[in-house]
């Protein structure tokens, strides 16, 4: 009977246990990103249906940094409540879909945010036509809220302080938001100001809506992973570090290969060309390089994505360089 | 002899250690999940524990007819918010989908042959069509309905429009009591004239106007009363404020899209066993009480409805069940029932999956056992007594 046993432990670490997930993804080919099921400037398919967008473009600098190929990463899409379990489990390798980073979520649920690439706040979307200029004067509208998401709490602990009621209506997804907003089953629909903008640029008459001034929480977004997979972690950390660091010393996709002639020493320690800093993260000694050559910088990542000339029409913000009056930050390359 | 010797050949040792085997054989794949599962949070850093439900929720929930609920409260009462939705769109479900169920599988076997086609079109159409569609379609229907602002009116007190049906909401005075009172005694009373009644029929044959008497003790008497008292009752109408409708009673377009979708699909699979039911009640049953004399209302209602029901009554709490099941398709369009309150949002906001969905399948099971332990009291009610 022990014996049994035995083999049954043995049984049972071999499916629990993981080897690193660096490993596990080098042996697949490929890297499993979990996105949204489709906020345009983020991650939805675009037109030619490859995804594209901030978080899209977050899952394939680490498939450059891993694989040295933008192209090698499955899609994996999740709801707002799919999200976390879909990680647990191992299904999807990160998570780079808007979530925001509390501290019920990376010591509670057992993961690991590796840091922010965007940072936003909850706002509120309304019909202009029904002429209300801020958020205090909601009393007694019925709110589209998308469920399991900390804007949920957001919102009770908002309507609580401010002494006023509403009526919540729970939804799923932002298409389902869009569509009960649209019909007028809700008055309100709140999210990330960044997804109400999303939202607002698909709707056939975007004039029609408004996003009010009041922007009620911190929601710090960024890419997360399991915890306890440290050097798992050091490698999606520092593929988005590595994006914003390009922004910094001002190397994009375009100049990279004159940068590597450049006589700036964390240049040349950026793109691999001093030290051996790809060697500490079991990459390739070019894989910042690769990244800022096939995906770019933070600032173009952002430009083709999110920023002034895209339909989501959103300035930099908190999201500028610290140097440019933001709070974009990302520890020193050395 | 010598097949005495090996154990194997023993039947009854042979089939108890084969038992004995299998059940030792599941237990251990129960314990090896059980602990895998432990591991596995364990080394995730998954907190575990039941603390969780007398944690505030943080979020609201609106739609709880019958608890009040801030976001203040705790996920326990989400709990409880959960299970009396579930249980009020399954209940108020399970009666609609019975009195559907009966009409279609009677009109069905009418001689009427557009009746019975159109029952059959009726039939064949819902229970061929998944439910999860037939729910989402009643919802898109719903939310095309006006919007709030231009709300449909029907006699200045009842308005319709996507956000839900309004209408006023009576309110009861003190003087109410003794009303409620007086119905209680009624039902109690009918219940015994009717025994009295059934047993003076068996000794002398004659009858006595049952249901008028009930009639006259449940309904006449409690209006006089109410207007003796001088109508301790009066209504809240819903009033256009803001963005809504205050005050009144309001039913949700969430709440109505399940209750027709739920008892629209599970109708027709009753009607189906209404009328094999109905069908299994022999032809001469049917030739003799008429030969008798007997009405034709009385045939159906007291010679073949009660052979019929020993055959229909089974599978209708199958079909109960299926339907109070079905009930946690409610996410779909944001229904908030267990599934959707507790099983949902609860688990997501805390991350105790493993907790939440053990407590809302322990209550599923839970509910489920009910209604059998009660059908099943019902049905033996009406088998034949061999006497």
Same mark, same amino acid.
Request: proline share 4%.
């Given at each position: 009977? @022990?014996?049994?046993?035995?083999?049954?432990?043995?049984?049972?670490?071999?499916?629990?246990? #993981?080897?690193?997930?660096?490993?596990?993804? @080098?042996?697949?080919?490929?890297?499993?990103?979990?996105?949204?099921? !489709?906020?345009?400037?983020?991650?939805?398919?675009?037109?030619?249906?490859?995804?594209?967008?901030?978080?899209?473009?977050?899952?394939?600098?680490?498939?450059?940094?891993?694989?040295?190929?933008?192209?090698?990463?499955?899609?994996?899409?999740?709801? !707002?409540?799919?999200?976390?379990?879909?990680?647990?489990?191992?299904?999807?390798?990160? %998570?780079?879909?808007?979530?925001?980073?509390?501290?019920?979520?990376?010591?509670? %649920?057992?993961?690991?945010?590796?840091?922010?690439?965007?940072?936003?706040?909850?706002?509120?979307?309304?019909?202009?036509?029904?002429?209300?200029? *801020?958020?205090?004067?909601?009393?007694?509208?019925?709110?589209?809220?998308?469920?399991?998401? =900390? =804007?949920?709490?957001?919102?009770?602990?908002?309507?609580? %302080?401010?002494?006023?009621?509403?009526?919540? %209506?729970?939804?799923?997804?932002?298409?389902? !938001?869009?569509?009960?907003?649209?019909?007028?089953?809700?008055?309100?629909?709140?999210?990330?100001?960044?997804?109400?903008?999303?939202?607002?640029?698909?709707? *056939?008459?975007?004039?029609?809506?408004?996003?009010?001034?009041?922007?009620?929480?911190?929601? $710090?977004?960024? $890419?997360?992973?399991? #915890?306890?997979? #440290?050097?798992?972690?050091?490698?999606?950390?520092?593929?988005?570090?590595?994006?914003?660091?390009?922004?910094?010393?001002?190397?994009?996709?375009?100049?990279?290969?004159?940068?590597?002639?450049?006589?700036?020493?964390?240049?040349?320690?950026?793109?691999?060309?001093?030290?051996?800093?790809?060697?500490?993260?079991?990459?390739?000694?070019?894989?910042?390089?690769?990244?800022?050559?096939?995906?770019?910088?933070?600032?173009?990542?952002?430009?083709?994505?999110?920023?002034?000339? =895209?339909?989501?029409?959103?300035?930099? !913000?908190?999201?500028?360089?610290?140097?440019?009056?933001?709070?974009?930050?990302?520890?020193?390359?050395? | 002899?010598?097949? &005495?010797?090996?154990?194997?050949?023993?039947?009854?040792?042979?089939?108890?250690?084969?038992?004995?085997?299998?059940?030792?054989?599941?237990?251990?794949?129960?314990?090896?999940?059980?602990?895998?599962?432990?591991?596995?949070?364990?080394?995730?850093?998954?907190?575990?524990?039941?603390?969780?439900?007398?944690?505030?929720?943080?979020?609201?929930? +609106?739609?709880? /007819?019958?608890?009040?609920?801030? +976001?203040?409260?705790?996920?326990?009462?989400?709990?409880?918010?959960?299970?009396?939705?579930?249980?009020?769109?399954?209940?108020?479900?399970?009666?609609?989908?019975?009195?559907?169920?009966?009409?279609?599988?009677?009109?069905?076997?009418?001689?009427?042959?557009?009746?019975?086609?159109?029952?059959?079109?009726?039939?064949?159409?819902?229970?061929?069509?998944?439910?999860?569609?037939?729910?989402?379609?009643?919802? +898109?229907?719903?939310?095309?309905?006006?919007?709030?602002?231009?709300?449909?009116?029907?006699?200045?007190?009842?308005?319709?429009?996507?956000?839900?049906?309004?209408?006023?909401?009576?309110?009861?005075?003190?003087?109410?009591?003794?009303?409620?009172?007086?119905?209680?005694?009624?039902?109690?009373?009918?219940?015994?004239?009717?025994?009295?009644?059934?047993?003076?029929?068996?000794?002398?044959?004659?009858?006595?106007?049952?249901?008028?008497?009930?009639?006259?003790?449940?309904?006449?008497?409690?209006?006089?009363?109410?207007?003796?008292?001088?109508?301790?009752?009066?209504?809240?109408?819903?009033?256009?404020?803001?963005? &809504?409708?205050?005050?009144?009673?309001?039913?949700?377009?969430?709440?109505?899209?399940?209750?027709?979708?739920?008892?629209?699909?599970?109708?027709?699979?009753?009607?189906?066993?209404?009328?094999?039911?109905?069908?299994?009640?022999?032809?001469?049953?049917?030739?003799?009480?008429?030969?008798?004399?007997?009405?034709?209302?009385?045939?159906?209602?007291?010679?073949?409805?009660?052979?019929?029901?020993?055959?229909?009554?089974? /599978?209708?709490?199958?079909?109960?069940? &299926?339907?109070?099941?079905?009930?946690?398709?409610?996410?779909?369009?944001?229904?908030?029932?267990?599934?959707?309150?507790?099983?949902?949002?609860?688990?997501?906001?805390?991350?105790?999956?493993?907790?939440?969905?053990?407590?809302?399948?322990?209550?599923?099971?839970?509910?489920?056992?009910?209604?059998?332990?009660?059908?099943?009291?019902?049905?033996?009610?009406?088998?034949?007594?061999?006497?």
């Amino acid at each position: 009977m @022990k014996k049994l046993l035995s083999i049954f432990a043995v049984v049972a670490f071999a499916f629990s246990a #993981h080897a690193g997930t660096l490993d596990d993804v @080098k042996n697949r080919g490929f890297l499993k990103c979990g996105v949204t099921t !489709g906020l345009a400037g983020f991650a939805a398919p675009d037109d030619s249906g490859e995804w594209a967008g901030l978080d899209a473009d977050m899952c394939r600098a680490v498939a450059v940094a891993v694989f040295g190929d933008r192209s090698k990463v499955e899609f994996i899409t999740t709801t !707002g409540k799919s999200r976390f379990p879909t990680l647990a489990s191992g299904e999807v390798d990160m %998570l780079a879909r808007n979530t925001t980073w509390t501290i019920s979520r990376d010591v509670n %649920l057992g993961f690991e945010f590796v840091g922010v690439n965007f940072y936003d706040g909850q706002g509120f979307m309304i019909p202009s036509a029904l002429g209300v200029s *801020s958020a205090t004067e909601l009393d007694g509208a019925t709110v589209c809220i998308q469920t399991g998401t =900390t =804007t949920e709490l957001n919102l009770a602990d908002f309507f609580r %302080l401010n002494g006023i009621s509403y009526e919540a %209506l729970p939804i799923e997804t932002n298409d389902e !938001g869009k569509e009960n907003l649209f019909a007028g089953r809700c008055d309100v629909y709140t999210t990330d100001a960044s997804g109400l903008s999303s939202t607002r640029a698909a709707a *056939s008459n975007p004039d029609k809506w408004v996003v009010l001034p009041e922007i009620i929480s911190k929601e $710090p977004l960024g $890419p997360l992973v399991r #915890h306890g997979d #440290h050097q798992w972690g050091d490698v999606v950390r520092w593929s988005l570090n590595a994006m914003i660091i390009a922004e910094e010393l001002g190397v994009t996709s375009e100049n990279v290969d004159a940068q590597l002639g450049s006589n700036v020493p964390e240049v040349l320690r950026l793109l691999g060309v001093e030290g051996s800093y790809g060697e500490m993260l079991e990459l390739a000694p070019d894989w910042a390089y690769q990244i800022i050559k096939q995906i770019g910088n933070y600032s173009e990542s952002y430009e083709a994505n999110v920023g002034p000339d =895209t339909p989501l029409e959103i300035a930099r !913000g908190l999201n500028a360089l610290w140097t440019q009056g933001g709070i974009l930050y990302a520890p020193p390359f050395r | 002899m010598r097949s &005495n010797l090996n154990f194997f050949s023993d039947e009854r040792f042979r089939s108890i250690f084969f038992q004995t085997l299998v059940v030792g054989l599941f237990a251990l794949g129960i314990f090896f999940i059980v602990q895998t599962t432990a591991y596995n949070l364990e080394k995730r850093n998954i907190a575990t524990g039941w603390r969780f439900l007398s944690d505030p929720a943080g979020f609201d929930i +609106s739609f709880s /007819p019958f608890l009040e609920f801030k +976001s203040t409260d705790t996920h326990l009462k989400v709990y409880f918010v959960g299970v009396l939705n579930t249980l009020l769109v399954s209940i108020t479900g399970c009666i609609a989908a019975t009195i559907l169920g009966f009409l279609v599988g009677i009109i069905r076997l009418s001689s009427n042959w557009l009746l019975s086609r159109i029952s059959y079109i009726y039939v064949e159409f819902t229970r061929n069509v998944p439910l999860l569609l037939q729910i989402i379609l009643w919802y +898109s229907i719903l939310i095309q309905l006006p919007r709030v602002k231009q709300s449909l009116q029907i006699l200045d007190v009842f308005y319709i429009s996507n956000r839900g049906l309004y209408s006023p909401r009576p309110i009861f005075e003190s003087g109410f009591t003794y009303i409620f009172i007086a119905i209680i005694l009624a039902l109690i009373s009918s219940f015994f004239i009717r025994r009295w009644a059934k047993k003076r029929q068996d000794l002398t044959g004659d009858q006595y106007p049952v249901f008028y008497t009930s009639f006259g003790l449940i309904f006449i008497i409690p209006i006089i009363l109410f207007f003796i008292l001088g109508s301790p009752m009066s209504f809240e109408y819903p009033e256009m404020k803001g963005f &809504n409708f205050k005050g009144g009673l309001v039913i949700r377009p969430e709440f109505i899209a399940m209750f027709l979708a739920l008892s629209i699909y599970t109708a027709a699979f009753i009607s189906e066993t209404v009328r094999a039911g109905i069908l299994s009640v022999t032809k001469g049953q049917r030739e003799a009480s008429a030969a008798l004399g007997l009405k034709q209302s009385w045939i159906m209602r007291l010679i073949i409805i009660p052979q019929a029901l020993r055959v229909i009554v089974p /599978p209708l709490t199958s079909q109960y069940l &299926n339907l109070t099941k079905n009930s946690s398709l409610g996410i779909a369009v944001g229904y908030a029932d267990l599934v959707h309150g507790f099983g949902g949002i609860s688990l997501n906001q805390t991350g105790q999956a493993i907790e939440c969905m053990v407590i809302v399948m322990a209550t599923y099971l839970t509910i489920s056992l009910t209604i059998s332990f009660f059908m099943n009291i019902y049905n033996r009610s009406i088998q034949f007594k061999e006497k």
